[in-house]
């Protein structure tokens, strides 16, 4: 089927899951540190993402559904009542600076997780190590083997998202995003090298995704299919995933077992518009579709990502998530629109230690007095 659509405009409003936005960006969900050691949303990040409210839509950095999801220090929670109360100051911050809808992406780390971070094993589809070093309060340490999920884990797992969707509505957020993406615990579930399980959980694309299905629906069982969103990277070897020759055949059937479900939206990260998965998704998928572009890791294109959204909503997209260039440009609409320079990414480093430097003292064009 080939996609016969006008191309839309980046900065025409939009809609999704019956959300007016005001324009077709998105800020991208970014890991940025600044939560308290316990997963509490600060007044910093509440002026962070308030000084980004210009986005059509915000979906806010991942959050894990329990303990021993969590990833990273400083990283956010939205399982207790502390982290709620934190989330509801930044979705009223961004509300009265005049935002738009915000989404809160809730992601459970699996194997990318340690002891010294969460104060519990990590839990995996299988006993398979991150053959990577972790950050930890402590500085770097080795991943350590995580424990096989049981059955009964997996049905908790699953009713701790539906749980941290609905804490996640309570705290102001109009919907959630799903992460099945990156490396992460519903990631791990999907890609052959991660998950060697041999009951329902694991085995052929059929029992890998099913994971992934069962979390998305309930979700959208607890909060609706209107206020659920899912991203997902096919192809992306990040965090020791290595999907091998199963791309092509993994995210189609992800895809159509999802497609009649109802849900607000597909995100596509690190979207390549020319590839043959993406063009199957995009024919698959009957609803609206986000796709994050791949830019340059080292530097931001000086058209702030224009050119690249662009292709994307050419090849299909509905509405394009960036992250660097709402990191660096609170106010990237409105360069976007008036072709203002944009700001660099300062030092690399400055995105994952908290304080303000690097994180709320980005420059406004034109400055703000």
């Known amino acids: 089927m080939t996609d016969t659509r006008t191309t839309p ?27 308290t050691a316990e997963g509490v949303p600060t007044a910093l990040m509440a002026t962070y993402y308030a000084q980004r409210a210009t986005a059509g839509l915000i979906v806010a950095e991942a959050a894990t559904p329990n303990a021993v999801g969590r990833t990273y220090p400083n990283t956010t929670g939205v399982h207790d009542g502390a982290q709620v109360a934190g989330w509801r100051r930044v979705t009223e911050a961004v509300r009265a600076a005049g935002g738009g809808p915000m989404f809160l992406q809730i992601q ?3 194997r990318v997780g340690h002891p010294d971070t969460s104060g519990h094993t990590p839990l995996a589809p299988s006993p398979i190590a991150l053959p990577e070093l972790l950050h930890t309060p402590a500085g770097k340490r080795p991943a350590p083997v995580p424990r096989e999920m049981t059955p009964h884990d997996i049905g908790a797992t699953v009713a701790d998202f539906a749980a941290a969707a609905r804490n996640a509505v309570a705290a102001g957020f109009d919907g959630v995003e799903v992460h099945s993406a990156n490396g ?21 694309v059929a029992n890998r995704i099913r994971f992934t299905v069962a979390v998305t629906e309930a979700v959208a069982a607890a909060i609706g299919p209107r206020r659920t969103g899912l991203r997902i990277s096919p192809g992306r070897a990040v965090n020791g995933i290595d999907e091998g020759d199963d ?10 077992a999802l497609a009649g479900h109802g849900l607000a939206y597909l995100h596509v990260g690190f979207a390549e518009p020319g590839s043959a998965v993406y063009r199957d998704i995009r024919e698959q998928w009957p609803g609206a579709l986000i796709a994050n572009p791949l830019l340059p ?27 660097r260039p709402f990191l660096a440009n609170p106010d990237l609409v ?16 400055l995105m994952y230690v908290g304080g303000a430097t690097g994180y709320t003292d980005y420059p406004f064009h034109p400055p703000v007095a």
């Open 9 to 35: 405009n980046l900065l025409a409003p939009a809609t999704v899951g019956g959300l007016r936005l005001a324009n077709r960006l998105v800020m991208a969900p970014m890991t940025r540190n600044r939560a």
């Open 108 to 110: 459970h780390g699996g």
């Open 184 to 204: 992460y615990l519903l990631h791990q579930f999907l890609s052959p090298n991660t998950n060697h399980r041999t009951d329902a959980w694991g085995g052929g």
């Open 247 to 256: 791309t092509g055949a993994l995210y189609p059937a992800l895809v159509s």
């Open 297 to 323: 890791a080292d530097r931001l294109p000086a058209d702030g990502g224009r050119h690249a959204a662009e292709l994307l909503l050419a090849a299909g997209a509905d509405l394009i998530a960036l992250g």
């Open 334 to 349: 409105a360069r976007l629109r008036t072709g203002a320079p944009v700001n660099p990414v300062r030092d690399r480093y």
